[in-house]
T-cell receptor
């Protein structure tokens, strides 16, 4: 149980285009989802927290107009990187947490490369 | 605020050696504590957790005990294998509604 999927697993795009990454909880209802960014050989950087049906809460320094997060259902959250630039290239990881639990379950990550 | 401090890596061991990765924390209240493992190119997997003082989490030969008096949650394994090579993250969660706080990760390499 507690499986989280991400799609796509990797994506290459041109500078200026937008990319959407999906995060799904496959066997539980995720009341809260988190989006992280991870640079090579570095720890996780929390970008935002989203609760189903409400606006995401962004961490300081994260541009909410650039990284659009939608959590429209209890099993799906999406992260859209708008007008992507090479500096947005990174490994993006989502996690999901069910109701009344403190354990996060992570997706396998999405490698984004912006040319 | 909450924080997690992990032993700096990288750690390199020979197969069958004993492993300890230190983790200490500061937090308000009574957090739950976690160890996650990340294999190359993958997301994080929950390795083990403990929710209250003196609890011991264990999985796949790994163990960690929640020590409130020393605010620690050190990860141990008696005999590591090459397949244990990965990055290990210590984390805490203070409340059910809150986000988790992660350490910087410790890279473990096990050589045959």
């Amino acid at each position: 149980g507690a499986v989280v999927s991400q799609h796509p697993s990797w994506v290459i795009c041109k500078s200026g285009t937008s990319v959407k990454i999906e995060c799904r909880s496959l066997d539980f209802q995720a009341t809260t989802m988190f989006w992280y960014r991870q640079f090579p050989k570095q720890s996780l950087m929390l970008m935002a927290t989203s609760n189903e049906g409400s606006k995401a809460t962004y961490e300081q320094g994260v541009e909410k107009d650039k990284f659009l997060i939608n959590h429209a259902s209890l099993t799906l959250s999406t992260l859209t990187v708008t007008s992507a630039h090479p500096e947005d290239s990174s490994f993006y990881i989502c996690s999901a947490r069910g109701h009344r639990t403190d354990t996060q379950y992570f997706g396998p990550g999405t490698r984004l490369t912006v040319l | 605020g909450d924080s997690v401090t992990q032993m700096e890596g990288p750690v390199t061991l020979s197969e069958e050696a004993f492993l300890t990765i230190n983790c200490t924390y500061t937090a308000t209240g009574y957090p739950s504590l976690f160890w996650y493992v990340q294999y190359p190119g993958e997301g994080l997997q929950l390795l083990l957790k403990a929710t209250k003082a003196d609890d011991k989490g264990s999985n796949k030969g790994f163990e960690a005990t929640y020590r409130k008096e020393t605010t620690s949650f050190h990860l141990e394994k008696g005999s590591v294998q090459v397949s244990d090579s990965a990055v290990y993250f210590c984390a805490l969660s203070s409340t059910n509604a809150g986000k988790s706080t992660f350490g910087d990760g410790t890279t473990l390499t096990v050589k045959p």
